[in-house]
């Protein structure tokens, strides 16, 4: 690269301009370049983001347990593939239920059991710099299914698991060890039933409140109840707290429970009758429901489905979000809502029927996710349709005020649109910073395998895009920005030359091919746009549209291709810089016209690389990123 761009890092050394974060929402961020199709993930309290996922293997290991940690730019810190994090576990060809959640030192805590023989349940916590905090194989907590973990402020930890009709807990230390002598029973409320546990809360004095599921069966048969237990597991209320009555829950997902102080929130959906309603309930420290029991209802009306309840809290609000997909009876088109209530009364404050975000119609555009909130109001990702697993959809992002309308002028926001794959697995991470981090799987045929993918949602403002078109009469060249969201725009003109603003003029010395960059700005992030511009007696020419010339993939792990059309058989020659000049790669080639893929091997450590494409002698540069 050019002197002047060396010059140019130099004055803005205190502004990153190449995170790894992209406003390419049919791009996105590659978590870890390997397959993935089972996986969850966490934010931390300073922004970073957590993605734990089974990565795929052949019979008869099946999967191995990897976790990835992207920083607040974005940039995986854990290597290209994750680092390992059990290998030892019994696997057949399937996962079942597992969870992982995240302390307040931002150590992660992942909980899973085996598939495969024995049905061995472990535990792991791994702090943010990789260490194994529970030893290199985590700690197998006995067998069963549904591992979960509540840490405790004093840095331990109640684990549950369901080893068989009844599901159990036991509290460990820092280091891994059981504290008590055996685990605890949870006991079913009817003779015959099943348990097993559901959430976890810890109370200011060190108790615990445990959610936990009794169930007459495997499907809708579930009574969510409540229990309180004291440091050492014993009950405190004299008999647990039926949550609702009549309101049929399942038992193996998870369902919302929010804290303030020491009074819960718990949001659910669940069939009465033939038909789905959902609530919000309050739970009281002492055991107690001042909202009555099944709590306060979603909305009063009855001619259509409520389901998958979300909800959220801010300390210090007087309020607590919920959102709900509704459906016709039929089940066959779908909507979404959204509802506000008051936290001491239950009272709606979004009308009895609540407000309408999607209506219900053949569109199917409902939520993907959790309910997060930003400056006390909604954030949330809703697919912009259904898709049986085959088709490619959108996910989009969606921010509301105070009243539920919508904060954006375009209501919504691109998140994750590339259209060759199918997304799954879609999880929203708590906010830091105003931003929020949106995971999800996906399959894209361009790759042939489903990778863990992830994108940057910005409430206060959206990162630039960088943008310019260029003119000129001789040597006197005119350059105009069509740059996105830009607060601040520096060009580099390529002859040694600065410049500010959003149109520029400029008179070259020489006609020439020159280099042109143009860097974009502002509080959200910045982006980086170069182009390399002939300077001739009939104007101005722009390779790259010319020759059709582009990256793929682009951020890529470094192999990639460079796709070009040749109007006639031609030497092509490129070579690879850093950002700061350094040359690390290079190739010259003797080409046919017409199409043309070349492709790249390289072993390029995780960065931004500017690529220098010489055709007939004439020059184009390409920015791009490799991810590790």
């Not at 038992?251 to 929130?265: A, H, T, V």
Request: aromatic share 10%; net charge negative; proline share 5%.
């Amino acid at each position: 690269m050019k002197n002047s761009v060396l010059t140019l890092a130099l004055l803005l050394a205190t502004v990153s301009l190449f995170a790894q974060w992209t406003n390419e929402t049919d791009v996105n961020t590659l978590v870890a370049a390997t397959e993935a199709e089972d996986m969850q993930s966490a934010g931390t309290s300073d922004g970073k983001t957590y993605v734990a996922y089974w990565h795929n293997l052949p019979g008869p290991e099946y999967y191995e347990m990897r976790l990835q940690l992207l920083d607040e730019n974005g940039y995986p810190l854990f290597g290209p593939e994750g680092m390992l994090v059990n290998n030892v576990v019994p696997m057949s060809s399937y996962t079942v239920l597992w969870s992982i959640t995240v302390d307040a030192q931002d150590n992660v805590y992942i909980g899973f059991n085996g598939s495969g023989a024995g049905n061995l349940a472990y535990v792991h916590k791994i702090a943010p710099d990789g260490t194994q905090l529970w030893g290199a194989t985590g700690v197998n907590v006995g067998a069963g299914y549904d591992v979960k973990v509540l840490p405790l402020s004093n840095g331990e930890a109640i684990v549950s698991w369901l080893p068989g009709d009844q599901g159990v807990f036991q509290k460990f230390d820092a280091n891994g060890n059981a504290v008590w002598a055996d685990p605890v029973t949870i006991q079913p409320l009817v003779a015959g039933h099943k348990t097993s546990a559901g959430e976890w809360a810890e109370m200011a004095n060190g108790d615990f409140v445990l959610i936990f599921h009794d169930r007459g069966g495997f499907g809708l048969s579930s009574i969510p109840h409540a229990q309180r237990y004291d440091t050492d597991g014993n009950a405190v209320w004299p008999s647990p707290v039926a949550l609702t009555d009549g309101v049929y829950t399942v038992f193996n997902r998870r369902y919302p429970l929010r804290q303030d102080g020491d009074n819960l929130y718990f949001g659910y959906s669940g069939a009465v009758g033939l038909k789905f309603y959902s609530y919000l309930q309050r739970l009281n420290s002492d055991g107690t429901l001042p909202w009555g029991i099944n709590g306060s209802d979603f909305s009063t009306q009855s001619a259509d489905y409520e389901r998958e309840t979300e909800i959220a809290f801010s300390a210090g609000s007087d309020y607590v979000w919920a959102i709900c997909e509704y459906t016709d009876p039929s089940q066959g088109m779908a909507g979404e809502y959204v509802q506000k209530f008051d936290k001491e009364t239950g009272a709606r404050k979004l009308s009895d029927l609540g407000k309408v975000v999607f209506p219900i119609d053949a569109a199917y555009i409902s939520h993907r996710g959790d309910l997060q909130l930003i400056d006390d109001q909604p954030l949330f990702i809703v697919s912009d349709g259904t898709s049986n697993g085959v088709f490619p959809l959108d996910l989009l992002a969606v921010y509301l005020d105070a009243n539920g309308d919508f904060a954006w002028p375009e209501e919504t926001r691109p998140v994750a649109t590339n259209d060759t794959g199918v997304k799954g697995r879609i999880q929203l991470n708590r906010p830091a910073g105003g931003n929020s981090v949106c995971v999800w799987t996906e399959n894209r045929t361009s790759v042939g395998e489903s990778r863990p993918y992830a994108q940057q949602v910005a409430v206060a403002c959206l990162a630039p895009t960088a943008g310019f078109t260029a003119s000129s009469n001789e040597l006197d060249a005119a350059f105009t920005s069509t740059a996105v969201d830009a607060d601040s725009i520096i060009w580099d003109l390529g002859d040694g030359n600065i410049a500010i603003g959003e149109t520029i003029t400029h008179t070259y010395p020489a006609p020439g091919t020159y280099t042109v960059c143009q860097y974009v700005f502002n509080a959200c992030g910045a982006d980086t746009l170069c182009q390399d511009i002939s300077v001739i007696s009939t104007g101005i020419v722009d390779l790259t549209r010319q020759y059709a010339v582009e990256i793929f993939p682009n951020p890529n792990h470094g192999v990639f291709s460079i796709g070009m059309d040749l109007p006639a058989a031609t030497r092509v020659s490129y070579r690879i810089f850093t950002v700061w000049g350094k040359s690390v790669g290079e190739g010259t080639l003797e080409l046919t016209g017409g199409e043309q893929v070349i492709p790249v091997q390289g072993a390029l450590p995780a960065g931004s690389y500017l690529l220098n494409i010489q055709i007939d002698g004439q020059g184009i540069v390409l920015p791009f990123g490799v991810v590790r």
